[in-house]
Each structure stands twice: as C-alpha cells, then as structure tokens.
C-alpha cells in the first residue's frame, strides 16, 4: 500500500554562515559569563543553540588559525605556522570541498592570508590586517575602497550577497569575518560614546609580577604598562607623547583614512578626556589604570557594533526564512587578553588566549540553551562542516567532527588537546612553546629556554 509508505522527504543540506572576528576574548561575551560588557545579540546564538565552553585554538594567532580552520590541519601541515607566512591555496580546504559538492561559497572582510582566496564563488577581503574607516577590498577584479565603519561594511556585503549575490538554488557557505575587535580598536560612529561615565571593572591580575612562572612570562613585550602607545592605541594627541617612528605614522595615517566628518566626530568623543588626561600627569599604578579604562572601553566598542551587526544578520534570516535551514556559527581566531597579567595579545597557551568563543545554532537540530564541555578545536571546523553538508571527510583531516554534539547524539571524545605557538622572535616577544591540555591539568614547555 504505497500510500502508507513513509514520504522519503527530500532533505536540502544546511547552509553554513560562519561569523567570526578577530581577538575577541570570551570575558567580553555576556553568554559567557562576561562582567565587563553585555553582547545581547551574540547571547541570542547561545540561548538558542550551543555554547561551548573548552572550545581551543591549536596556535594562537590570527593567520595559523585561520589556515588551521580552512584545512583541519595543525600548522605543521597545512604550512602556516606564523603570520608571515603565506598560505599555500593550492592545498586541499573545506570551502572547495563544499564548493565541489554544489554550495555556493563566499569568503567577506579579513582574510589575512597572504594568498589569493580560492574555492569561492565570491570573495571580498581586506587586504592584509584591513583597516577600520573607509576600508579598502581586495577583489578578483582588483581593490576597491568603500566609505564607512568596517564592522558595518563587512556585514552589509555579506547581506548583499545573501539576499542578491548567490545562486538560491544552492546551499550556502558565507564566511563573514570581520576585523573588530582587532588592535587598534577603533569604535565605529555609534559607539564612540559608549561607557563614557562609567569604569569598568579590572581583572584582579592587572598588576602580576610573573613570580613563580616561566621566565617568558616576564620577558614578554605585551604589557599595558610598558608596551601599549599611548598614542597609537590610545588616541592621546601625538604631540603628548612618545610614540616609536612607525606607530605614530600608523596612527597618523589612520586618522587621516577618516573623512572630515569621522574625523570631527572622533575628536569631540576624545577631547575632553584627552584634555583631563595630560592635565593630571599620571604615573605608575595610576597610569595603567587609566591606559585600561581607555583599553578596554575602545575594545568594547568594536564589540557593541559586532554585536548589533550579528543583530542585523540573525534578523535578516527570521525575516528571508532562512534561519530553519540555516547553521550560524560565532567563533573568533584566538582569545585575548583584557588586561590579565597586565596583558593585552594573545599567544599564550594560558587559558584567555587558548580559548575562543565557540556558538553554533542550529533550529531543530541543536536543543536551545544547551552548553558543551568537552575539549574541541578550531581544528574541527572543516571536518564538522563537512559532516553537517554530508560530505565524506578527507582522511587527511586531523581534527573529528562534533557534528554528533551538536544534535546531542552520544560520542566518544578526545580527552586532551595539543598546541604549538611557533612565532618567535617576532611582536610581542611571546617564546615558542607547545603543550597539552586535559580537562583537569595543562603542560606547558617553552622548549627554546628549556623550561616547563
Ligand atoms: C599587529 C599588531 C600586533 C598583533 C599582530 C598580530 N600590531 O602586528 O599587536 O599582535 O598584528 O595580530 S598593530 O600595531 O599593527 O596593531 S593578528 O591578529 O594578526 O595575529
Ligand atoms: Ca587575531
């Protein structure tokens, strides 16, 4: 009796919007459990699918992560083990495995690998680290320069390109990665105003004097105290400071991207405080309270306009009906720190720069409001996606999916996790190490001073 059949319901695979940022640390992500900020629209992929808590970097920084991403190899075989190297995109990665299973795929904003974007359909990256106001493109028909705040930017040709620049016959893989919240943390016009009366709290290690840790720990150059320019990264007028002969060129030049009127608008945000500032002649203690303040207020700013443009984009999906069929992801490339140890950076295999915030929602499939402590790595994501658009799994592909995690079926999971920082000497003066991880203890050996 065929019509008592089961319907064989002809399933389309997901699409896949991978948002991602850059720096930004999981102590500035409300979801998480952040006392410094609130991220209302992040939040809403957490409480409307998965947060994952142990979710790790291999290598923490920007570019081998994102070579790590796109391959689901460590950096050891996928080429890029820091940031000076190019990436080799003859290789095998995700999107064009995707790409040649029928998706139509975009990579959108920092792409930061040196090497011409490949298995996309369509591509717009910013060269290089990008800029915030008035950022150029890098494009298959040549660069292009597009007036306006970055994070707004980004997220506007990503909703172009979902609603007119693909084919709705397919599914999608977009790539919308952002530079904010990235060094030098300049706020878009919407939030040059935020947190302007009040403080925010510190971390209660912003003064660590390094006792009883590896040396690299104190011979490190990221400190807020010493190492971040108070012109460069904090906008106090150059003429007030010190500033090295490059940072003050780049800052220079980055004021002078900015149209008359960003311009006008920045300095009034800036003014009164810069003012105050270089009346009361701090020092000491009282110096890097205040350079943290400054800190970690701008950084917060590039948060409140990452937050209001995943708004935008998880709007655009309830409203086009995407959004049932439709896998948001939010992950950056490393963790950060906010002053802990004294620190701003990222590199360490200590715990704020080997996480990265990791949400992934999934209607139907992911129960709302569920929360993952298992140890997985931004090593997974090509196998995952892979698995989520049914496509076999390249046996050269070290991470596992956590597909299964996801739609809460039982798997069986690593019980400990490998990490290799491979950039030195190099900014930041963070040594070699590499290390493992287990949910309980760390081992860590910075194995070019011989100490564990
Ligand atoms: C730039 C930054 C550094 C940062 C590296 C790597 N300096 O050199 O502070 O560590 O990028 O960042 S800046 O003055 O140019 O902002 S990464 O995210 O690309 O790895
Ligand atoms: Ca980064």
Known sequence: MAACQPVEKETTPPNILFI????????????YGSYINQTPNLDRIANEGMLFRHAMVTNSICAPSRAVILT???????????????????QQTF???????????????????KSQPTGFDYWRVLPGQGHYYNP????????????????????DLSLDWLKSGRDPEKPFLLMSQHKAPHREWSPGPDHLDMYDDVEIPEPATLFDDYANRSSAASQQEMTIKDHMDLFYDLRVEADSVNSSGWLKRAGIANYNRMTEAQQAAWDAAFKTENEAFKEANLSGYELVKWKYQRYIKNYLRCIASVDDNVGRILDYLDESGLAD?????????????????????????????????????WPGQIQAGSVNEELVQNLEFAETFLDIAGVDIPADM?????????????????????????EFPAVHMVNKHYGVRTKTHKLIYFYELDEW
């Open 20 to 31: 991602f940022t850059d720096d930004h640390a999981l102590q500035a992500i409300s979801a």
């Open 72 to 90: 689901g190899k460590h950096s050891h075989l996928n080429g890029v083990l820091d940031n000076a190297l190019p990436f080799d995109s003859t």
């Open 95 to 113: 999107p064009k495995l995707l790409q040649a299973a029928g998706y139509q795929t975009a990579m959108i904003g920092k792409w930061h690998l």
């Open 136 to 155: 150029h493109f890098r494009t298959p028909d040549g660069r292009e320069q597009i007036e306006g705040y970055v994070t707004n930017i980004i997220t």
């Open 325 to 361: 069929n439709t896998i948001v992801i939010y992950s950056s490339d490393q963790g950060f720190y906010l002053g802990e140890h004294g620190w701003y950076d990222k590199r360490w295999m200590y715990e704020e720069s080997l996480h990265m915030p990791l949400m992934v929602r």
């Open 398 to 422: 070290q991470g596992n999916s956590f597909k299964s995690m996801l739609t809460g079926d039982e798997v069986d999971w690593r019980d400990a996790i490998y990490f290799h920082y491979h």
